[in-house]
């Protein structure tokens, strides 16, 4: 795929209903910087909202966003909810990810998407160009683009 033709994302469309923000997955990412495509390695997302995925598993299992009765989790009148709160406890309960959905959902209520970036870089940025880091890999797809290249899955498991 050519640069030119890659299509902006707004930075709203890449916060998810759940507070996952697309622009640390791995699959974005590699959209956006054109890291080669690799066969259950390295695919291409434009995010969930874009594709009106919007947040798939929590889409699946809840009727307000099937309804599209909701744009965030936190306009639900059952959040916290069981779903938001086992998505959380995947992404907290090893540690691995530093990532809370429902932070992330408070902050983008209560302050703004210009907000919920700024605390985001705070914890996945990339020392050597700002870029914000992939939460499945820890690596900067704008400087780390050769060791992308090597990799045997988009988990950095070598």
């Not at 997955?25 to 054109?34: G, R």
């Amino acid at each position: 795929m050519n640069k030119k033709n890659i299509r902006e994302t707004k930075i709203e469309e890449l916060f998810c209903q759940c507070g996952m923000f697309c622009g640390l997955c791995t699959s974005y990412l590699s959209y956006k910087y054109q890291i080669p495509r690799r066969r259950g390695i390295i695919s291409y997302c434009l995010g969930c909202r874009p594709r009106d995925k919007q947040c798939s598993w929590i889409k699946k299992k809840c009727e307000y966003p099937q309804k599209n009765e909701i744009k965030y989790c936190y306009e639900c009148p059952n959040y916290p909810c069981s779903l938001i709160d086992k998505i959380c406890d995947g992404y907290n309960s090893t540690g691995k990810y530093r990532f809370d959905f429902k932070e992330n959902l408070k902050i983008i209520q209560n302050y703004g998407y210009e907000k919920a970036i700024s605390y985001l870089k705070k914890d996945h940025s990339c020392e050597k160009c700002g870029e914000i880091l992939c939460i499945h890999n820890n690596l900067c797809y704008n400087c780390d683009k050769d060791t992308l290249a090597t990799m045997k899955n988009y988990k950095n498991d070598q």
